[in-house]
């Protein structure tokens, strides 16, 4: 599986962003997904995850409310919607597929045999 995330920019405040991760590959839909952030000088992070039919999606503490992850397995494709964005959320965001890993493990970051995207970059002004 191929991963292409897009989406990020630079936003005040308070705005909202909607991030894409298409995915290649015909399995697509028996991935679990799931969105990390890496901010300057920090680890990688869990934001949210969802299972492989979307009946599942776990969420960090600190964007829940703020951010809905979905997937669309006919486009091949799993978003990040995030809205009230502050500027601790500023980071890259990378989007992530397992098939072995469970979405619900990705969410206490026990990620193993996962796919990778290149990474967007949010930015959040003040």
């Known amino acids: 599986v191929q991963l292409q995330a897009s989406g990020g920019g630079l936003v005040q405040a308070g705005g909202s962003l909607r991030l894409s991760c298409a995915a290649s590959g015909r399995i697509y839909g028996s991935y679990n997904m799931g969105w990390f952030r890496q901010a300057p000088g920090k680890e990688r992070e869990f934001v949210a995850s969802?299972?492989?039919?979307?009946?599942?999606?776990y969420y960090s503490e600190s964007i829940k409310g703020r951010f809905t992850i979905s997937r669309d397995n006919a486009k091949n494709t799993v978003y990040l919607q995030m809205n009230i964005l502050k500027p601790e959320d500023t980071a890259v965001y990378y989007c992530?597929?397992?098939?072995?890993?469970?979405?619900?493990?990705?969410?206490?970051?026990?990620?193993?045999?996962?796919?990778w995207g290149q990474g967007t970059q949010v930015t959040v002004s003040s």
């Open positions: 969802i299972n492989w039919s979307g009946g599942s999606t």
């Open positions: 992530a597929a397992g098939l072995r890993t469970t979405a619900q493990a990705m969410a206490v970051m026990k990620i193993s045999n996962a796919y």
